[in-house]
């Protein structure tokens, strides 16, 4: 049997989600008229009239179906904080990354490097592409002994971190194409729209560009050969 080892959520982490949304959803719409009655009284609310029109129901039914209601919003929400969280499979060989509904294998012959920055994995390629990067909750410790364990090239940062610009409007040093896709990015960034944001980071990624985020800032740098 091959040796693996597998990251993602914990043992408590799933215990949480799988009996805790549940339950914090059907509690929450067993008590929803009074939740309401609560929510009304504070100035400047939003969505007041709903809450209001909640508390002006009397029927008996109000309770039962407010909890109904509120456990299958609890159990979507865990099946939604299932698929969400990234769950790495690591063997000798390969990496296999799993998050929502796409999968993602890596061999280790093509990764050059493995780093964390901040919340985000990142896996980089023999040329210094980014091959993967994704959000995850698993400590950094744990992640590192891992793939140390299995032998992955582990970095403790980004190790072309010194080749980084910021970027600015029509940056001399960067082709037309990539300022173009910079500047949309940045406007995603700004409008908190994070799927375009991540479209727009593969688009440049497929121009030989690589990009590193702070505080909506873009750090570029550019694939040599």
């Not at 109904?68 to 769950?87: D, M, N, P, Q, T």
């Not at 002994?145 to 299995?150: G, R, T």
């Not at 970027?167 to 082709?175: A, R």
């Amino acid at each position: 049997m091959q040796n693996e080892t597998v990251l993602g959520l914990s043992k408590i982490d799933k215990a949480i989600i799988i009996i805790g949304g549940p339950l914090l959803g059907a509690i929450i719409g067993w008590f929803i008229q009074i939740i309401s009655s609560w929510l009304i009284k504070i100035p400047f609310i939003p969505f007041g009239p709903f809450f209001e029109w909640i508390i002006s129901w009397n029927s008996s039914w109000v309770s039962i179906i407010g909890g109904i209601v509120g456990l299958i919003a609890g159990i979507l929400f865990a099946l939604y904080a299932f698929s969400e969280s990234l769950k790495m499979t690591i063997a000798d060989q390969k990496v296999t990354m799993k998050r929502y509904d796409q999968e993602v294998t890596l061999q280790k012959n093509d990764i050059s490097a493995i780093y964390m920055d901040r919340k985000d994995i990142v896996v980089l390629g023999q040329k210094g592409e980014e091959l993967y990067r994704s959000q995850t909750d698993v400590k950094q410790p744990k992640i590192e002994s891992a793939f140390l364990e299995h032998y992955f090239s582990w970095k403790s940062q980004d190790p072309y971190q010194a080749d980084y610009q910021r970027w600015i409007p029509e940056h001399p040093d960067f082709p037309a194409s990539v300022n173009s896709l910079l500047a949309a990015r940045e406007k995603a960034l700004k409008e908190d729209d994070v799927k375009e944001a991540a479209v727009l980071r593969q688009d440049l990624a497929a121009e030989g560009a690589v990009i590193r985020d702070e505080d909506k800032r873009q750090y570029v740098r550019m694939i040599r050969g």
